[in-house]
């Protein structure tokens, strides 16, 4: 069973950054496209980006586009989230998740595995 570990949410000012990092264990990682959401308070779990198995495509909603990044390290079984130029209306819970494909996709149900979450709050 694959387990994902989000880490590195917290509190930042408007136009700061945040590192997020999400460990995977349980099954071959170079086999699972990974992608990062957000959930908002009252709002729907949203794509906020996601990666191919070999690194080589990455994919952004477009309110993201520009700011965040998104990166894996195979070697790791990690991948990453770096939000730089951060707004208030990036404060939500993030949660990683894995996809048995190449490349991942942009709605919830294509996902397979789901972290916990890590929360990142953007203060004006």
């Known amino acids: 069973q694959v387990q994902l570990a989000e880490s590195g949410g917290g509190l930042v000012q408007a136009g700061g950054s945040l590192r997020l990092s999400c460990a995977f264990s349980g099954r071959t990682f170079r086999s699972h496209a990974m992608g990062w959401f957000r959930q908002a308070p009252g709002k729907e779990r949203e794509f906020v980006a996601g990666?191919?198995?070999?690194?080589?495509?990455?994919y952004y909603a477009d309110y993201v586009k520009g700011r965040f990044t998104i990166s894996r390290e195979n070697a790791k079984n990690t991948v990453y989230l770096q939000m730089n130029s951060l707004k208030p209306e990036d404060t939500a819970v993030y949660y990683c998740a894995a996809e048995l494909a190449a490349v991942p996709g942009t709605q919830r149900w294509e996902y397979d595995y789901w972290g916990q979450g890590t929360q990142v709050t953007v203060s004006s």
């Open positions: 990666i191919s198995i070999s690194g080589g495509n990455t």
